[in-house]
Protein backbone atom coordinates (compact mmCIF):
# COMPACT_ATOMS: atom_id res chain seq x y z
CA UNK A 1 0.00 0.00 0.00
CA UNK A 2 1.28 3.56 -0.67
CA UNK A 3 1.88 6.09 2.33
CA UNK A 4 3.91 7.60 4.30
CA UNK A 5 6.46 6.36 6.95
CA UNK A 6 7.36 8.22 10.20
CA UNK A 7 10.03 6.57 12.71
CA UNK A 8 10.13 6.07 15.51
CA UNK A 9 6.43 6.77 16.72
CA UNK A 10 8.30 7.88 20.11
CA UNK A 11 11.61 9.71 20.50
CA UNK A 12 12.83 11.01 23.58
CA UNK A 13 16.05 13.34 23.53
CA UNK A 14 18.71 14.37 26.30
CA UNK A 15 19.33 17.97 26.44
CA UNK A 16 22.36 18.89 24.02
CA UNK A 17 21.67 16.09 21.57
CA UNK A 18 20.73 16.51 18.15
CA UNK A 19 18.11 13.94 16.75
CA UNK A 20 16.48 12.75 13.54
CA UNK A 21 13.20 11.81 12.40
CA UNK A 22 12.91 9.75 9.66
CA UNK A 23 10.09 10.54 7.05
CA UNK A 24 9.71 7.89 3.60
CA UNK A 25 6.78 8.27 0.79
CA UNK A 26 6.44 5.64 -2.06
CA UNK A 27 3.27 7.94 -3.44
CA UNK A 28 5.81 9.30 -5.88
CA UNK A 29 5.22 12.64 -5.16
CA UNK A 30 7.40 15.45 -5.67
CA UNK A 31 6.28 17.52 -2.40
CA UNK A 32 7.25 16.73 0.94
CA UNK A 33 6.63 18.98 4.16
CA UNK A 34 7.64 18.53 7.78
CA UNK A 35 5.21 20.24 11.02
CA UNK A 36 5.13 20.80 14.28
CA UNK A 37 1.91 20.59 16.44
CA UNK A 38 1.50 21.68 19.91
CA UNK A 39 -1.24 21.94 21.82
CA UNK A 40 -3.22 24.71 20.94
CA UNK A 41 -1.12 26.03 17.84
CA UNK A 42 -2.43 24.14 15.47
CA UNK A 43 0.38 22.90 12.94
CA UNK A 44 3.01 25.18 11.67
CA UNK A 45 5.27 24.52 8.74
CA UNK A 46 9.09 23.65 9.31
CA UNK A 47 10.52 22.65 6.13
CA UNK A 48 9.14 21.98 2.78
CA UNK A 49 10.55 20.76 -0.48
CA UNK A 50 9.38 20.62 -3.66
CA UNK A 51 12.10 18.58 -5.44
CA UNK A 52 15.46 16.14 -4.59
CA UNK A 53 18.13 18.32 -3.48
CA UNK A 54 16.26 21.40 -2.86
CA UNK A 55 14.27 22.91 0.36
CA UNK A 56 12.89 25.72 1.53
CA UNK A 57 11.93 27.45 5.26
CA UNK A 58 9.01 27.50 6.68
CA UNK A 59 7.38 29.71 9.56
CA UNK A 60 9.60 28.03 12.26
CA UNK A 61 13.37 26.30 10.61
CA UNK A 62 15.25 28.08 13.75
CA UNK A 63 16.58 25.09 15.64
CA UNK A 64 16.29 22.31 12.36
CA UNK A 65 17.71 20.95 9.44
CA UNK A 66 16.66 18.64 6.60
CA UNK A 67 18.17 17.01 3.98
CA UNK A 68 16.54 15.74 0.21
CA UNK A 69 18.66 13.47 -1.35
CA UNK A 70 16.43 10.89 -2.61
CA UNK A 71 12.56 11.78 -3.72
CA UNK A 72 11.36 9.28 -1.34
CA UNK A 73 13.02 10.73 1.91
CA UNK A 74 13.08 13.80 3.73
CA UNK A 75 14.43 13.65 7.24
CA UNK A 76 14.20 15.95 10.14
CA UNK A 77 17.00 16.54 12.38
CA UNK A 78 16.07 18.70 15.68
CA UNK A 79 19.56 20.30 16.44
CA UNK A 80 20.46 21.59 20.12
CA UNK A 81 19.78 24.79 19.17
CA UNK A 82 16.03 24.61 19.16
CA UNK A 83 15.28 25.56 22.83
CA UNK A 84 11.85 23.74 22.95
CA UNK A 85 11.62 20.53 21.03
CA UNK A 86 9.12 18.73 22.69
CA UNK A 87 6.39 18.32 20.35
CA UNK A 88 4.22 16.23 17.98
CA UNK A 89 6.26 16.10 14.57
CA UNK A 90 4.00 15.31 11.14
CA UNK A 91 5.31 14.50 7.95
CA UNK A 92 3.35 15.16 4.92
CA UNK A 93 3.71 14.73 1.00
CA UNK A 94 1.99 15.75 -1.82
CA UNK A 95 1.78 16.18 -5.64
CA UNK A 96 2.12 19.87 -5.09
CA UNK A 97 0.09 20.97 -7.94
CA UNK A 98 -2.46 24.43 -8.36
CA UNK A 99 -5.59 21.90 -8.12
CA UNK A 100 -4.76 19.55 -5.97
CA UNK A 101 -2.55 20.02 -3.22
CA UNK A 102 -4.21 17.14 -1.17
CA UNK A 103 -1.35 16.62 1.53
CA UNK A 104 -0.96 12.71 2.78
CA UNK A 105 0.28 12.68 6.43
CA UNK A 106 2.25 9.88 8.63
CA UNK A 107 1.06 8.68 12.21
CA UNK A 108 3.31 11.30 13.62
CA UNK A 109 6.89 11.20 15.92
CA UNK A 110 6.45 11.91 19.63
CA UNK A 111 9.42 13.81 20.83
CA UNK A 112 9.93 14.23 24.33
CA UNK A 113 13.37 16.25 25.76
CA UNK A 114 14.87 14.83 29.31
CA UNK B 1 -0.48 36.61 4.06
CA UNK B 2 -2.60 33.36 4.14
CA UNK B 3 -4.13 32.79 7.18
CA UNK B 4 -7.43 30.33 8.63
CA UNK B 5 -9.59 31.37 11.31
CA UNK B 6 -11.85 28.32 12.89
CA UNK B 7 -13.90 28.33 16.05
CA UNK B 8 -12.22 27.33 18.76
CA UNK B 9 -13.19 24.30 21.02
CA UNK B 10 -13.36 22.25 22.78
CA UNK B 11 -16.85 21.20 21.55
CA UNK B 12 -18.54 18.81 23.25
CA UNK B 13 -22.32 16.94 21.35
CA UNK B 14 -24.56 14.10 22.15
CA UNK B 15 -24.70 11.18 19.88
CA UNK B 16 -26.80 12.40 16.88
CA UNK B 17 -26.79 16.17 17.53
CA UNK B 18 -26.22 18.59 14.52
CA UNK B 19 -22.53 19.64 14.07
CA UNK B 20 -21.41 23.48 12.75
CA UNK B 21 -17.53 23.81 13.08
CA UNK B 22 -16.88 27.62 11.46
CA UNK B 23 -13.95 28.43 9.16
CA UNK B 24 -13.08 31.83 7.57
CA UNK B 25 -9.83 32.24 5.57
CA UNK B 26 -7.71 35.15 4.30
CA UNK B 27 -5.96 34.51 1.39
CA UNK B 28 -5.34 36.51 -2.20
CA UNK B 29 -7.00 35.39 -5.07
CA UNK B 30 -8.81 31.42 -5.28
CA UNK B 31 -7.48 29.64 -2.65
CA UNK B 32 -8.43 25.90 -2.76
CA UNK B 33 -9.59 24.65 0.85
CA UNK B 34 -9.56 21.68 2.81
CA UNK B 35 -10.97 20.32 5.97
CA UNK B 36 -8.51 17.43 7.56
CA UNK B 37 -9.09 15.27 10.64
CA UNK B 38 -7.18 13.73 13.12
CA UNK B 39 -8.04 11.20 15.42
CA UNK B 40 -6.18 10.50 18.74
CA UNK B 41 -2.51 9.99 18.09
CA UNK B 42 -2.53 9.54 14.54
CA UNK B 43 -1.44 11.81 11.96
CA UNK B 44 -4.16 14.23 9.65
CA UNK B 45 -6.25 12.52 7.15
CA UNK B 46 -8.25 14.25 4.31
CA UNK B 47 -11.89 14.72 5.26
CA UNK B 48 -13.14 16.88 2.18
CA UNK B 49 -12.06 19.12 0.21
CA UNK B 50 -13.07 22.31 -2.92
CA UNK B 51 -11.23 23.92 -5.03
CA UNK B 52 -13.62 26.51 -6.37
CA UNK B 53 -16.39 29.15 -5.15
CA UNK B 54 -19.27 27.61 -4.80
CA UNK B 55 -18.50 23.71 -4.65
CA UNK B 56 -19.44 21.66 -2.40
CA UNK B 57 -16.90 19.29 -0.65
CA UNK B 58 -18.89 15.99 1.04
CA UNK B 59 -17.92 12.97 2.91
CA UNK B 60 -19.20 10.52 5.43
CA UNK B 61 -21.96 12.88 6.17
CA UNK B 62 -20.03 16.08 6.33
CA UNK B 63 -20.23 19.34 4.19
CA UNK B 64 -18.65 22.39 3.58
CA UNK B 65 -19.27 25.14 0.96
CA UNK B 66 -16.41 27.13 -0.75
CA UNK B 67 -18.18 30.72 0.16
CA UNK B 68 -15.89 33.38 -1.77
CA UNK B 69 -18.57 36.28 -0.56
CA UNK B 70 -18.25 35.24 3.16
CA UNK B 71 -14.88 33.89 2.68
CA UNK B 72 -15.65 31.05 4.61
CA UNK B 73 -15.79 27.09 4.01
CA UNK B 74 -17.57 25.79 7.39
CA UNK B 75 -17.56 22.02 7.99
CA UNK B 76 -21.44 20.52 9.06
CA UNK B 77 -23.25 16.95 9.68
CA UNK B 78 -26.54 16.79 10.61
CA UNK B 79 -26.51 13.72 13.07
CA UNK B 80 -22.65 13.27 14.43
CA UNK B 81 -21.29 9.73 16.15
CA UNK B 82 -19.18 8.92 18.98
CA UNK B 83 -16.91 8.20 15.81
CA UNK B 84 -16.72 11.49 14.91
CA UNK B 85 -15.18 12.32 18.12
CA UNK B 86 -11.27 13.96 17.29
CA UNK B 87 -9.76 16.74 16.50
CA UNK B 88 -11.00 18.94 13.03
CA UNK B 89 -8.52 21.35 10.59
CA UNK B 90 -9.93 23.85 8.32
CA UNK B 91 -6.78 24.47 5.96
CA UNK B 92 -5.85 26.74 2.44
CA UNK B 93 -3.81 26.04 -0.36
CA UNK B 94 -1.87 28.95 -2.16
CA UNK B 95 0.87 30.05 -4.11
CA UNK B 96 3.65 31.83 -2.33
CA UNK B 97 4.98 32.30 -5.41
CA UNK B 98 6.00 30.13 -8.26
CA UNK B 99 4.56 26.85 -8.36
CA UNK B 100 4.67 26.00 -4.79
CA UNK B 101 1.42 25.54 -3.02
CA UNK B 102 1.65 25.20 0.32
CA UNK B 103 -1.14 24.37 3.05
CA UNK B 104 -1.83 26.87 5.63
CA UNK B 105 -3.49 25.31 8.88
CA UNK B 106 -6.48 26.64 11.46
CA UNK B 107 -5.34 25.84 15.14
CA UNK B 108 -7.93 22.97 14.92
CA UNK B 109 -11.33 22.38 17.10
CA UNK B 110 -11.39 19.35 19.30
CA UNK B 111 -14.73 17.38 19.22
CA UNK B 112 -16.20 15.18 21.09
CA UNK B 113 -19.24 13.46 20.50
CA UNK B 114 -21.00 11.37 24.23
CA UNK B 115 -23.38 8.45 23.53
Known amino acids: DGGITQSPKYLFRKEGQNVTLSCEQNLNHDAMYWYRQDPGQGLRLIYYSQIVNDFQKGDIAEGYSVSREKKESFPLTVTSAQKNPTAFYLC?????????????FGQGTRLTVV | GNSVTQMEGPVTLSEEAFLTINCTYTATGYPSLFWYVQYPGEGLQLLLKATKADDKGSNKGFEATYRKETTSFHLEKGSVQVSDSAVYFCALSRSSGGSNYKLTFGKGTLLTVNP
Open chain 1, 92 to 104: ASSIDSPWNTEAF
